[in-house]
């Protein structure tokens, strides 16, 4: 994807311009959305618009152009999560997830119904895996981040987020073939 | 007995390379992968088309536009280049420092600067450094030798500090000198138009710290009421 025109648009961004800012949201507010769905946020709407009010709040200090600030995007967005988890934590003891009892497959306005089913399915899938191969199949996947922009979010190393995701798609390949999944919600797999 | 194009197969499916781990995360078709590639699609159709609609904060920051800062567009990240020169010249001082404590520590500076960086080290700490005047005189002008010394009589000098003042002279005649005066006290006065000072000299002040166990030996502590008697018949 040419990154010029948004290149840009961080420049002007950066210098106060309204314009651009509504450039970047419409860029990478859809994966920063998909990324804390995935992930399992339970509003994930807020705390996108969260994530990006902490954005644009400091895009002045963003360095490395639309890399630079996609790798920053995601690191607030993780670390709301991470924050997220905590306070979840605190209120009410962790329970199993169980996809069925997921109110928002039924419920998910901004959504046709399908794709919250298979938000639900999905996540059903990743949290099977451990945590660290999770993070980095969301991240590479969902967020579409590079190998060394995945690292620089988790704070691991390159080589360490290359052993995760392989190690992950083998968790999820073994999963998919012992419960003979071979569709989700009329995607066949 | 060569294995079977199946076997081949099913054996390149259980084998999954970092690259081809690669491949399937970008969302490329990889033959050999079936259902991983097709994960991966559904994975990815989870994102929205369309950016979500944000809250009643963020749409007034995205009509008003992103604050500016003056210095926002300036990485801050380690050391400013600026800084470097400030910092070395920090670092050098810091060394120069502590070579001259180090050297006066050991009384090896000449003796203004080792007065000097003395001083200074006494005023804001409790260490305490030779001063110049401390280093040892290759010429003693006093020798350590006892004088020769009579029994003393009750008429004892009194010291200021409370300790045995010097000894008196043995010849009576010999008009007592006040105690500050510590040399006059053990030998008559070379000069006698001399006044006698109040400022106690060099020898009168180490005296009696040097050695005191040598003067307690030689001389009991004389009260004051005895000295009263003894110059009484002189008045």
Do not use: C
Request: charged letters at 30%.
């Amino acid at each position: 994807m040419d990154d010029a025109p948004l290149e840009d648009a961080l420049r002007a961004a950066q210098a106060g311009q309204a314009w651009a800012a509504r450039v970047l949201y419409e860029e990478l507010s859809p994966r920063v959305l998909g990324y804390l769905r995935a992930k399992g946020a339970a509003e994930p709407e807020d705390l996108t618009s969260e994530v990006f009010l902490t954005v644009f709040g400091r895009i002045g200090t963003v360095t490395g152009g639309m890399a630079g600030l996609r790798t920053f995007a995601f690191s607030v967005a993780h670390a709301r999560l991470v924050d997220e988890y905590r306070r979840r934590a605190r209120r009410q003891p962790a329970t199993e997830y169980a996809p069925e009892s997921d109110p928002r497959t039924s419920t998910a306005a901004e959504d046709d119904g399908l794709v919250a089913v298979q938000t639900a399915r999905v996540r059903a899938l990743l949290d099977t895996l451990a945590s660290d191969q999770r993070d980095v199949l969301v991240l590479r996947i969902l967020g579409d981040l590079s190998v060394e922009q995945v690292a620089e979010v988790l704070g691991t190393s390159e080589g360490a987020v290359k052993q995760r995701q392989r190690r992950g798609l083998l968790a999820l390949r073994k999963r998919l073939e012992r419960a003979g999944i071979t569709t989700i919600e009329g995607v066949t797999l | 007995m060569s294995p079977s194009n199946d076997d081949r197969t099913v054996k390149r499916r259980r084998v999954l390379s970092s690259r081809t781990a690669d491949r399937l995360v970008q969302g490329r078709e990889v033959p050999d992968q079936p259902e991983l590639t097709q994960l991966v699609a559904v994975m990815s159709a989870l994102v929205p088309d369309s950016a979500p609609v944000p809250s009643e904060r963020l749409a007034r920051l995205l009509e008003q536009g992103p604050p500016v800062k003056p210095n926002a567009l300036v990485p801050r990240i380690g050391v400013t280049r600026s800084s470097r020169p400030l910092r070395r010249l920090s670092l050098a001082g810091t060394a120069f420092a502590g070579l001259v404590l180090a050297l006066a520590s050991t009384n090896a500076l000449p003796a203004p600067a080792q007065q000097v960086v003395s001083d200074v080290v006494e005023w804001v700490s409790p260490v305490e450094i030779p001063d110049g005047d401390d280093q040892p005189d290759p010429a003693p002008t006093r020798t350590r030798e006892p004088a020769p010394r009579v029994v003393p009589t009750e008429a004892a000098t009194p010291s200021p500090y409370g300790t045995p003042g010097p000894e008196e002279s043995p010849d009576d005649d010999v008009t007592p000198e006040p105690a500050d005066d510590g040399v006059s006290g053990e030998e008559p006065a070379e000069d006698p138009s001399e006044e006698p000072t109040d400022e106690p000299s060099d020898e009168f002040t180490e005296e009696p710290t040097d050695d005191p166990s040598e003067d307690d030996a030689s001389e009991p502590y004389a009260p004051q009421s005895s000295y009263e008697l003894s110059i009484s018949p002189r008045r």
